[in-house]
Nanobody
């Protein structure tokens, strides 16, 4: 069973920083993309940032210049450095991975359980 385990959420004042980390279990044979989504109360889950195995990144306009995504392919981990936090960044942040369990297996999407980030004004 594939598991994505997140850590690093918490309560922080506006302007502060946090670092989220996510580790994928070894049962994933290969991961093509890893990233983060977030969901605020009453809203849909939206992309925050994603990074491919080759290091290409994509992020939401609202976080550009403040959030930095990085990845360790050897360890199957992805991190999100969050700076200059704003109250509107408050949400549950979900780790995401797209990968295969076997060399010829299908690509599937996997999700972590979510970690709460709360930014006070």
């Amino acid at each position: 069973q594939v598991q994505l385990v997140e850590s690093g959420g918490g309560l922080v004042q506006a302007g502060g920083s946090l670092r989220l980390s996510c580790a994928a279990s070894r049962s994933i044979f290969s991961i093509s993309a890893m990233g983060w989504y977030r969901q605020a109360p009453g809203k849909q889950r939206d992309l925050v940032a994603v990074i491919t195995s080759s290091g290409m990144t994509n992020s939401a306009d609202s976080v550009k210049g403040r959030f930095t995504i990085s990845r360790d392919n050897a360890k199957n981990t992805v991190s999100l450095q969050i700076n200059s936090l704003k109250p509107e960044d408050t949400a549950v942040y979900y780790c995401y991975a797209r990968g295969r369990l076997t060399p010829l297996g299908t690509l599937n999407d996997y999700w972590g359980q979510g970690t709460q980030v709360t930014v006070s004004s």
